[in-house]
């Protein structure tokens, strides 16, 4: 079967002066049934191609499907005198949420089973559930579609009946006032999904009589609601990539007028929580890597905010939680996280020890504030996602749970390291990889999988997958790199991989991929890259600087039509990220974009092997940017390799809904690289 061809239909762009021609600009609208005809004819192309792997999918798919428990459940933790935990049953795709009343052993109560809400539907996703005080009723967000809209649904947790109430068409954020019968919640632009609006709405009435409490009004800015940990307050938070601003309101007095907490200013980026009478405040209030300081309620300007946490050049303030006793803090030093336990009375903090040299630990779900137990969560590459509660006093450490890997897993099998990569401009890049003992060899001929994002400030922390052993069973190394753009090692490591850095991004990863082959973890006919979202652009912008350093490319949901996307102020999310990429309406930024903007810099060579994948209702990176990259690439490139285009015709950014579905996603890319290595 031959690869599809697009049709060329010219479209001219000109901005600042400077003309550019889109041949595949109609790919725009969804509507058009040529536009579903083409990506019917690259699903059947990638399925014809690649249809004696079929039967190797599925033995790929169960194989990963048989790590997995599937009568699982979460460790429940403890609030308003109930345990509450989420669980699955054999067979099912999707989650029962369920309680117990005082003690662990009593009756479970099953108050939403996913199954049942999703029978007969294609996508479906609860995004969250939420009960009121007095835990008689229940609200949840579904999204049927993938695009992220979601319809928030109530339910009489005593009788079970799902109420008459409906609220369509909103981004599934919300929060209850103490009077058992307000919600307040975000709705986004229909057409560009920022969410700018705050709503309450009352039980028993119609969406028609919810007030509008807020509108955020700068386009830059999108607006959530939520509580305190004590519960005591609602919260709007505005924010733009570089800025924020609170309003707060008592929960018990839903009908109130919302204060200030700080106005916003350019560059003051802020997160309050409430103990006692103070506000809680992690800000960068003359703090790069953020510090902690408290406001008191009755006046929480900047003025009066006091320092608890100074800032510290080396050390990243990351979150915080508040009980009784103690105030802890997760940090993070040279690109590893770290639980610092501080109590109240003055005496000395410390930290949780951890073993792995590379790993990823966390504060987890600590409801209740009067407890000197903190439960945390835990995994590296090598250790399996893990549950503990730990006495902040004793000092002990509880294993609740980890998770178990049907068939067995001996992680002494196993390896991780944390290496550095030497950037041309003399920065050191740490790397994180495992493999399997027993099928590597230092000889540069092990297959490897490179990953990284480098955007926004994520960390891409070491995580474990039991997935990923089927990768690491076949000889694969499996790398991640730490490449500026995160916030890896502080906020100078975001700052210094956006905007005008943006390519420092790409150059880390680069540089990250030949140090991999000088210490012969593997060769470029060896190598694999894998991004999604913008990661994708990273994946873009890397083939076409450096085509010949891989065999092999996965580009999830990508990214990649960034001038043309960044210069519509209709399409979702646009205006919100100008303060991560630029604003192409100014010159200087057109110019710099446009120099990586992967769509834009195809050109006529030889690309590596590539599968790109995407959703038709992508909320995030609109279907048609890896729609024209992939017509592109097949118009202008000069090699016979692999291109695969995969569209998710029923799913979103996510992928597909259900416990199991996204693994045959994953058989997919897993089978591409094995059949490039040569392994099926």
Same mark, same amino acid.
């Given at each position: 079967?031959?690869?599809?061809?697009?049709?060329?239909?010219?479209?001219?762009?000109?901005?600042?002066?400077?003309?550019?021609?889109?041949?595949?600009?109609?790919?725009?609208?969804? &509507?058009?049934?040529?536009?579903?005809?083409?990506?019917?004819?690259?699903?059947?192309?990638?399925?014809?191609?690649?249809?004696?792997?079929?039967?190797?999918?599925?033995?790929?798919?169960?194989?990963?499907?048989?790590?997995?428990?599937?009568?699982?459940?979460?460790?429940?933790?403890?609030?308003?005198?109930?345990?509450?935990?989420?669980?699955?049953?054999?067979?099912?795709?999707?989650?029962?949420? #369920? %309680?117990?009343?005082?003690?662990?052993?009593?009756?479970?109560?099953?108050?939403?089973?996913?199954?049942?809400?999703?029978?007969?539907?294609?996508?479906?996703?609860?995004?969250? +559930?939420?009960?009121?005080?007095?835990?008689?009723?229940?609200?949840?967000?579904?999204?049927?579609?993938? %695009?992220?809209?979601?319809?928030?649904?109530?339910?009489?947790?005593?009788?079970?009946? @799902?109420?008459?109430?409906? @609220?369509?068409?909103?981004?599934?954020?919300?929060?209850?006032?103490?009077?058992?019968?307000?919600?307040?919640?975000?709705?986004?632009?229909?057409? +560009?999904?920022?969410?700018?609006?705050?709503?309450?709405? !009352?039980? =028993?009435?119609?969406?028609?009589?919810?007030?509008?409490?807020?509108?955020?009004?700068?386009?830059?800015?999108? #607006?959530?609601?939520?509580?305190? !940990?004590?519960?005591? *307050?609602?919260?709007?938070?505005?924010?733009?990539?570089?800025?924020?601003?609170?309003?707060?309101?008592?929960?018990?007095?839903?009908?109130?007028?919302?204060?200030?907490?700080?106005?916003?200013?350019?560059?003051?980026?802020?997160?309050?929580?409430?103990?006692?009478?103070?506000?809680?405040?992690?800000?960068?209030?003359?703090?790069?890597?953020?510090?902690?300081?408290?406001?008191?309620?009755?006046?929480?300007?900047?003025?009066?905010?006091?320092?608890?946490?100074?800032?510290?050049?080396?050390?990243?303030?990351?979150?915080?939680? @508040?009980?009784?006793?103690?105030?802890?803090?997760?940090?993070?030093?040279?690109?590893? #996280?770290?639980?610092?336990?501080?109590?109240?009375?003055?005496?000395?903090?410390?930290?949780?020890?951890?073993?792995?040299?590379?790993?990823?630990?966390?504060?987890?779900?600590?409801?209740?504030?009067?407890?000197?137990?903190?439960? *945390?969560?835990?995994?590296?590459?090598?250790?399996?996602?893990?549950?503990?509660?730990?006495?902040?006093?004793?000092?002990?450490?509880?294993?609740?749970?980890?998770?178990?890997?049907?068939?067995?897993?001996?992680?002494?099998?196993?390896?991780?390291?944390?290496?550095?990569?030497?950037?041309?401009?003399?920065?050191?890049?740490?790397?994180?990889?495992?493999?399997?003992?027993?099928?590597?060899?230092?000889?540069?001929?092990?297959?490897?999988?490179?990953?990284?994002?480098?955007?926004? =400030?994520?960390?891409?922390?070491?995580?474990?997958?039991?997935?990923?052993?089927?990768?690491?069973?076949?000889?694969?190394?499996?790398?991640?790199?730490?490449?500026?753009?995160?916030?890896?090692?502080?906020?100078?490591?975001?700052?210094?991989?956006?905007?005008?850095?943006?390519?420092?991004?790409?150059?880390?990863?680069?540089? #990250?991929?030949?140090?991999?082959?000088?210490? !012969? /973890?593997?060769?470029?006919?060896?190598?694999?890259?894998?991004?999604?979202?913008?990661?994708?652009?990273?994946?873009?912008?890397?083939?076409?600087?450096?085509?010949?350093?891989?065999?092999?490319?996965?580009?999830?949901?990508?990214?990649?039509?960034?001038?043309?996307?960044?210069?519509?102020?209709?399409?979702?999310?646009?205006?919100?990220?100008?303060? &991560?990429?630029?604003?192409?309406?100014?010159?200087?930024? /057109?110019?710099?974009?446009?120099?990586?903007?992967?769509?834009?810099?195809?050109?006529?060579?030889?690309?590596?092997?590539?599968?790109?994948?995407?959703?038709?209702?992508?909320?995030?990176?609109?279907?048609?940017?890896?729609?024209?990259?992939?017509?592109?690439?097949?118009?202008?490139?000069?090699?016979? !390799?692999?291109?695969?285009?995969?569209?998710?015709?029923?799913?979103?950014?996510?992928?597909?809904?259900?416990?199991?579905?996204?693994?045959?996603?994953?058989?997919?890319?897993?089978?591409?690289?094995?059949?490039? &290595?040569?392994?099926?």
């Amino acid at each position: 079967m031959q690869a599809p061809k697009a049709k060329k239909i010219p479209h001219l762009l000109e901005t600042h002066g400077h003309q550019r021609t889109d041949n595949y600009y109609w790919m725009r609208d969804r &509507e058009n049934p040529e536009v579903i005809a083409y990506l019917t004819a690259e699903n059947e192309y990638l399925k014809t191609s690649l249809k004696s792997t079929e039967d190797f999918q599925e033995k790929l798919f169960q194989e990963m499907k048989g790590r997995i428990k599937e009568d699982d459940e979460s460790v429940p933790y403890l609030k308003s005198g109930y345990y509450w935990y989420a669980k699955y049953e054999t067979g099912g795709e999707y989650p029962l949420y #369920c %309680r117990k009343k005082g003690s662990l052993d009593a009756p479970e109560e099953v108050f939403l089973n996913v199954n049942q809400l999703a029978e007969g539907k294609s996508y479906y996703q609860v995004g969250g +559930t939420a009960a009121t005080s007095d835990l008689k009723t229940l609200a949840f967000a579904a999204d049927e579609v993938g %695009r992220r809209i979601y319809t928030i649904y109530f339910k009489n947790l005593e009788t079970g009946e @799902i109420l008459a109430d409906q @609220i369509p068409a909103i981004t599934g954020n919300y929060a209850w006032a103490e009077d058992n019968q307000t919600l307040f919640y975000s709705k986004q632009d229909p057409d +560009t999904l920022r969410s700018y609006q705050i709503y309450s709405h !009352k039980l =028993g009435t119609s969406t028609a009589e919810d007030l509008l409490i807020y509108t955020e009004k700068d386009e830059e800015f999108s #607006c959530m609601v939520h509580k305190t !940990k004590s519960e005591k *307050f609602i919260l709007i938070h505005s924010e733009s990539t570089i800025s924020s601003e609170m309003r707060f309101l008592d929960a018990s007095n839903p009908t109130g007028e919302f204060t200030l907490l700080q106005a916003r200013i350019p560059h003051l980026e802020y997160a309050a929580d409430h103990y006692g009478e103070h506000f809680w405040i992690k800000t960068n209030l003359n703090a790069q890597n953020f510090k902690l300081v408290k406001a008191p309620i009755s006046s929480p300007q900047l003025a009066n905010w006091e320092d608890v946490i100074p800032h510290r050049e080396s050390v990243l303030l990351e979150d915080f939680d @508040i009980f009784s006793d103690f105030l802890v803090v997760q940090e993070r030093t040279k690109g590893l #996280c770290k639980i610092n336990i501080k109590p109240w009375d003055g005496t000395a903090s410390h930290f949780l020890e951890f073993d792995d040299e590379t790993y990823t630990a966390w504060i987890s779900t600590n409801p209740e504030f009067d407890t000197p137990i903190l439960r *945390f969560g835990y995994n590296s590459l090598v250790t399996p996602a893990s549950t503990f509660d730990y006495h902040m006093v004793t000092k002990e450490k509880t294993l609740l749970k980890q998770q178990e890997i049907i068939g067995g897993y001996d992680a002494s099998q196993y390896t991780s390291a944390r290496i550095w990569a030497k950037a041309s401009d003399g920065v050191m890049v740490p790397i994180s990889l495992v493999y399997k003992i027993d099928t590597f060899t230092p000889d540069g001929s092990n297959p490897l999988l490179l990953y990284a994002y480098g955007s926004y =400030g994520y960390s891409m922390d070491a995580y474990f997958s039991s997935s990923r052993l089927s990768l690491l069973d076949r000889g694969f190394v499996f790398a991640i790199a730490h490449i500026r753009g995160g916030e890896d090692l502080g906020r100078a490591w975001y700052e210094d991989g956006k905007m005008l850095k943006k390519r420092n991004t790409f150059t880390d990863f680069i540089t #990250c991929a030949e140090h991999l082959i000088e210490e !012969k /973890y593997s060769s470029s006919e060896h190598l694999y890259a894998m991004g999604g979202s913008a990661g994708g652009l990273l994946m873009g912008s890397v083939m076409n600087l450096r085509p010949d350093l891989f065999n092999g490319l996965i580009a999830a949901v990508p990214f990649v039509d960034v001038v043309t996307t960044m210069l519509d102020e209709s399409i979702p999310l646009t205006t919100g990220e100008f303060q &991560e990429w630029g604003n192409p309406k100014n010159k200087e930024f /057109y110019e710099y974009m446009l120099s990586y903007s992967p769509y834009d810099n195809v050109e006529a060579k030889d690309y590596p092997n590539l599968l790109i994948t995407s959703g038709l209702h992508d909320s995030q990176v609109q279907y048609w940017e890896p729609t024209k990259w992939a017509a592109k690439l097949r118009e202008l490139k000069t090699d016979s !390799k692999l291109l695969f285009l995969h569209t998710n015709m029923d799913a979103g950014h996510g992928g597909a809904s259900g416990r199991f579905n996204s693994l045959r996603e994953m058989a997919l890319e897993y089978t591409f690289l094995f059949y490039l &290595e040569k392994l099926i």
